[in-house]
């Protein structure tokens, strides 16, 4: 169960916009965030960050974005977060075929070379303490290029942020990313942990 409830995305009218950012990326506004509406500053703030790390404008593809964001919350033990990475993938072009063999990725046909590398870095990065060492550098570079690596490594930060504030808060997840969790990742020993209520 949540440590705060969360306000209805009505409670605060000057974030409708901000709210539409994450309706486009998950088709809903998360509870995390109308939880922070408390702040609204925060949502602002939050909403400008996302916008610039899983720009349209970048390198790397979006979907795949979300699957390095994926991999950063399992480093950091956030279910919510887990399952909400997924959902975004989804959504934004990466098959529900490769969603499934994700824990498979080394070895899944679904993965190329640089694909498995870079979510070897989110795992690392994504991990306490930090495991970036300079092989996997060397390994990133032989695949991505610097701004690449610039990309994959905000995702990993972006949802460090978010995996903190959802384990925090034990954010209530919604009904869309609980079906993905238990479809992908229930066979790996996932539950919702503490974001679904027992």
């Known amino acids: 169960m949540a440590h705060m409830k969360p306000l209805n995305k009505s409670a605060t009218p000057e974030l409708e916009e901000d709210f539409a950012i994450f309706e486009r990326i998950l088709g809903f506004v998360p509870n995390s965030l109308l939880t922070m509406q408390r702040k609204p500053e925060m949502v602002k703030a939050f909403g400008v960050l996302t916008k610039a790390v899983m720009s349209k404008d970048n390198q790397v593809d979006l979907g795949f974005m979300r699957l390095i964001a994926h991999f950063a919350s399992r480093a950091a033990g956030c279910q919510y977060c887990e399952a909400h990475s997924l959902v975004a993938a989804n959504i934004h072009g990466v098959s529900q075929e490769k969603l499934d063999a994700i824990w498979e990725y080394q070895t899944s046909e679904h993965y190329t070379p640089a694909e498995r590398v870079a979510l070897d870095y989110a795992l690392a990065a994504g991990s306490v303490p ?4 300079e092989q996997l550098m060397e390994k990133m570079r032989e695949h991505w290029s610097e701004n690449q690596i ?11 942020f978010l995996n903190r504030w959802n384990d925090s808060m034990a954010t209530d997840l919604e009904v869309t990313p609980k079906n993905m969790g238990q479809r992908v ?3 790996q020993g996932w539950d919702g942990g503490k974001h679904v209520k027992k």
């Open 150 to 160: 610039v990309e994959i490594l905000g995702a990993v930060c972006l949802y460090g």
């Open 130 to 133: 930090n495991g970036v060492d």
């Open 185 to 187: 990742l229930s066979k």
